[in-house]
Nanobody
């Protein structure tokens, strides 16, 4: 059974940084696009970022462009989300996601979801 395991969430002050990780051992990692979504309090789940199999192409939601950076290490079967200049509106549960193709992943048609990790940004 495929599992995506997120880590790295926590409490940080506005303007600070966090790095999230998403690790898996069962997924054919190098054949899947990886992505991140988040769900803030009282909000719907929204797309944050995605990266292609090879890591050569990335996509970001408008609210995080210029502040967040997605990356992956196929040798470690791990995807990352570096979050800088965090704002209170970034608060929420962050979910890792996998699908072979970025357009499908961005649309929420995800094959696998992680359990989520909480990020809280205090102002």
């Amino acid at each position: 059974q495929v599992q995506l395991v997120e880590s790295g969430g926590g409490l940080v002050q506005a303007g600070g940084s966090l790095r999230l990780s998403c690790a898996t051992s069962e997924l054919d990692f190098s054949r899947n696009a990886m992505g991140w979504f988040r769900q803030g309090p009282g909000k719907e789940r929204e797309f944050v970022s995605a990266i292609t199999w090879t890591g050569t192409s990335t996509s970001y939601g408008d609210s995080v462009k210029g502040r967040f950076t997605i990356s992956r290490d196929n040798a470690k079967n791990t995807a990352y989300l570096q979050m800088d200049n965090l704002k209170s509106e970034d608060t929420g549960v962050y979910y890792c996601a996998a699908h072979p193709y970025v357009p499908e992943l961005m649309a929420g048609r995800v094959d696998y979801w992680g359990q989520g990790t909480q990020v809280t940004v205090s102002s």
